[in-house]
């Protein structure tokens, strides 16, 4: 995906000009920090389209590592495949915009299949697993009534997070002038949102009401 407010924009344009971390540096940095930490978290871009995604997985899980994977819900197929076999713990996946063809491919940049979408949505609430969904909310394309019409798309979820959108570093630059809500408004598309998903909150916020491994 390409979304026009991605703040990590050197993720998207200039991949192979980051530096590649060899994985025994990974598992020495874990294993110096181990007395504390308890689980790790595979983002992206979108990890399951790595082919040794499972190789890696696995390496943090034999160290005895939860794992949660963060995803945009475009590769359902591998999705379930990682949950029948219990290798990730915990889901988080962005929902760019309520799920209309229109709305989704402008939020995401991208020519997006609605149904692949949809059924990862309904294979992470199936799951048995913890999960979140979350979205960033950018005024440029999202306002109060399609965050409610999202919540209602994934009525019942276990946890709704929605982002405050930041202007700065935005892949598009036009992103620069838009003025995010503020958090009074935040708060108030929360609240609404909270008729179909009870736990919804505004990143940050949901650290006081709620007890999260992650």
Known sequence: MRCPYCHATHLVKNPNELESIPLDVVERRIEKNK???????????????????????????????????????????????????????????????????????????????????????????????EYEFRTTVCPAFLDKSDIVEIAQSIAGAMRYTLQTFRPTNCLDSKMFDVVPYTEDEMKDIAGDARRFVENCYVRGEEMKALSCNW
């Open 35 to 129: 007395s504390w930490l308890d689980g790790v978290v595979i983002t992206g871009g979108e990890p399951t389209f790595h082919d040794e995604l499972d190789l890696l997985i696995k390496i943090f899980k034999d160290i005895g590592l939860k794992v949660r994977l963060d995803s945009n819900g475009t590769n359902p197929d591998k999705l379930e495949d990682l949950i029948q076999r219990e290798l990730i713990d915990c889901v988080a996946m962005d929902i760019k915009a309520p799920l209309r063809e229109g709305k989704y491919n402008a939020a995401s940049g991208a020519l997006c299949n609605l149904s692949d979408i949809e059924r990862s949505i309904k294979l992470i609430m199936d799951s048995g697993i």
